[in-house]
């Protein structure tokens, strides 16, 4: 297959990978990092979740007009849900 100049098509879904892993990473860090602190007693559970839900609201506010408001949106879903684990 001919690439046109200047697409590299490899480079792009490699870099779209990366992104995916950075998302699932970040995701992934905040909800345990946030269990060790209720863990330790730095947290109550309703700071937690109040914690959760403003970095939840802080990413979609950082995404707007940005283009990638469906992604940021199941991010943001996601730190919800795991915010709502924290019942009070």
Avoid: C, H, N
């Amino acid at each position: 297959m001919k690439q046109m100049p200047g697409l590299d098509v490899l480079a792009a879904a490699e870099a779209v990978r990366g992104t995916r892993t950075a998302m699932f990473l970040g995701m992934e860090i905040a909800s345990r990092l946030t269990d060790v602190l209720v863990a330790k007693g730095v947290l109550t559970r309703g700071e937690a979740k109040a914690t959760l839900y403003a970095m939840a609201e802080s990413i979609r506010d950082d995404a707007g007009g940005t283009g990638s408001e469906e992604t940021t949106e199941a991010m943001a879903r996601y730190l919800e849900k795991v915010g709502d684990s924290f019942k009070a």
